[in-house]
């Protein structure tokens, strides 16, 4: 009698272990999900005395893949690879600044804003060359991140934390430069044919230096004489480096920090909002011109600015 219920203790010690241990593999096996939303990004970088610079929030989108690991029932490690946007809507204007424009048909070299005194040059106080600009900068990533998670609330509250790097595959920029005395560019309805306007059409990867994406001919009146400008330059036309040496303006990676948040409605639908910040400079410091003044040989100047990306992303995601 006591073997048998030695045998009945036997067979449900084993029934019990091996339904735990079914359970406890069911809970630590990793989990795929899909996730889409919207990415709000802008750049932060510091501004340059006597430019009015401004960089404002832009919608983008952000979707990917993501696979959950459990190390516990109540944390373990997520990774994603995710396709998101970032950029801004940079504006800046600034008095007494500058234009450097190249050679253009029969045209020569110009600079608006400096006298030249033999090899040096100097900044002109006659008159308030005004240059304003705005740009629509739009920079696709390829983003893994890899963060820690715990479950604050077993299967619905979800907090992770980590880091992720990003690598470039898309950078456009699209916009307006107007150049020209300040009365002209700050009357209510200013005469187009006495200031300098181009259109911006920037791809920062693929432009090459010197080029134009739209060469047709326009004209302005500047200091009492016409002159003929192009109407669309590429990202480094305006530029005075010889070659490109294979850089862009935008980094082609990015290092971050991210941090998030996602309640799961169901074990496998959750919305989450995630945010994300940079750690490196996402600009090529030799392309980080002054948008004000120049060296006294003409040249540009080189700032070297610490420009980084923000963005909150707000998603759904699917879990299986």
């Known amino acids: 009698m006591n073997f048998i219920k030695s045998l009945k203790l036997i067979f449900i010690f084993l029934f019990v272990l091996t339904v735990s241990k079914t359970k406890a593999q069911d809970i630590l096996k990793p989990k795929f999900g899909l996730r889409a939303g919207a ?4 750049m932060f970088g510091p501004s340059e005395d006597g ?25 373990g490690l997520n990774a994603e690879v995710v396709f998101v946007q ?29 006298n030249k005194n033999g090899s040096t040059y100097s900044k002109r106080f006659d008159k308030n060359y005004k240059k304003r600009t705005g740009m629509n900068i739009i920079n696709g990533y390829i983003e893994i991140p890899v963060m820690f998670y715990v479950e604050a609330i077993d299967d619905k509250l979800q ?5 992720s790097i990003g690598f470039l595959i898309s950078s456009q920029g699209l916009g307006t430069l107007k150049f020209g005395d300040a009365d002209i560019l700050d009357a209510s309805n200013p005469d187009a ?15 090459e230096i010197g080029a134009l994406y739209d060469g047709t001919s326009k004209s302005a009146k500047i200091d009492g004489t016409t002159r003929y400008y192009p ?8 530029g005075d480096v010889a070659s490109k040496d294979g850089q862009n303006f935008f980094n082609l990676l990015d290092i971050g920090l991210q941090a998030g ?31 004000k003044d120049l060296n006294s040989d003409g040249s540009y100047i080189n700032r070297n600015d610490h420009d980084v990306n923000f963005g909150v992303q707000v998603f759904v995601g699917l879990q299986f």
């Open 231 to 238: 109407r669309g330059p590429s990202a480094y036309y305006l």
């Open 39 to 42: 990415s709000f990004s802008t």
């Open 193 to 207: 044919s006495q200031f300098i306007e181009m259109d911006l059409d920037f791809k920062f990867i693929k432009d």
């Open 159 to 163: 907090f992770d934390l980590g880091a």
């Open 261 to 291: 948040v996602s309640y799961y409605f169901t074990p496998g639908l959750r919305i989450g909002a995630r945010v994300n910040y940079s750690l490196i400079d996402i600009t090529t410091d030799k392309y980080d011109y002054s948008f």
């Open 86 to 114: 970032k950029g801004s809507y940079f504006s800046a204007v600034a008095d007494n600044s500058f234009l450097k424009l190249p050679n253009f048909l029969t045209e020569q070299a110009v600079i608006y804003g400096y």
């Open 51 to 75: 430019v009015d610079e401004q960089h404002k929030l832009t919608v983008r989108i952000a979707a990917g893949g993501s696979v959950k690991i459990p190390f516990h029932e109540r944390f």
